[in-house]
């Protein structure tokens, strides 16, 4: 079954250094998300990408953070400058279609954690 | 943000007994609701989901029951198995068109073998 790979599976980084999260999503999707869920907390929603721009993005998304579609499978966040409350398991996920009634596929996740 | 909640934080139940895992949603615009089950270490992985034109749909051992009037939500796991042990989160779409999710706080469902 096709799926949502992220890497790298945890990110360890110092406050103020750059780290850039990888996925590659479901080969013939074409909606992507960044989410995140720092520990025990909900999962909430960082942005979505479609046709190579972002779409919608929340509060959270921040000057600090941006995307990009660097070739024709990645699909990059990276966080310009990490603060220490950037610790958290971030998301990727795709769909298929370009709808607001389609299921998302999620990937296992990147935790990051900013020392 | 919205509010999407759950009644109850946890769940235990024996193996082999139904679970109910409920959801309580404050937007009345939401259209669409998704149930995901996350286990440890994991993303959250789809379960079912159902649009707010229909109050029940049922997959294999689950059934979503939606009640609009009440913007209550709930999952149903027949013949609960200890695989089923995860955290369980309802998510909605907030009607507006677009297409990111708001996820409740999430139920942990434990099952006793």
């Known amino acids: 079954e096709p799926e949502v790979t992220q890497t790298p599976s945890h990110q360890v980084t110092q406050m103020g250094q750059e780290v850039i999260l990888r996925c590659v999503p479901i080969s013939n999707h074409l909606y992507f998300y960044w989410y995140r869920q720092i520990l025990g907390q909900k999962v909430e929603f960082l942005v979505s990408?479609?046709?190579?721009?972002?779409?919608?993005k929340s509060e959270i998304f921040d000057d600090q953070f941006s995307v990009e579609r660097p070739d024709g499978s990645n699909f990059t966040l990276k966080i310009r400058s990490t603060k220490l409350e950037d610790s958290a398991m971030y998301f990727c996920a795709s769909s298929e279609l370009a709808s607001t009634n389609e299921k998302l596929f999620f990937g296992s996740g990147t935790q990051l954690s900013v020392l | 943000g919205e509010n999407v909640g759950l009644h109850l934080p946890t769940l235990s139940v024996q193996e082999g007994d139904n679970s109910i895992i409920n959801c309580a949603y404050s937007n009345s615009a939401s259209d669409y609701f998704i149930w995901y089950k996350q286990e440890s270490g994991k993303g959250p992985q789809f379960i079912i989901d159902i649009r707010s034109n229909m109050d029940k749909r049922q997959g294999q051992r689950v059934t979503v029951l939606l009640n609009k009037t009440v913007k209550h939500l709930s999952l149903q796991i027949a013949a609960t198995q200890p695989g089923d042990s995860a955290v369980y989160f309802c998510a909605e779409n907030n009607g507006t068109g677009a297409n990111n999710l708001f996820f409740g706080t999430g139920t942990r469902l434990t099952v006793i073998p």
């Open positions: 990408f479609y046709n190579n721009e972002i779409s919608e």
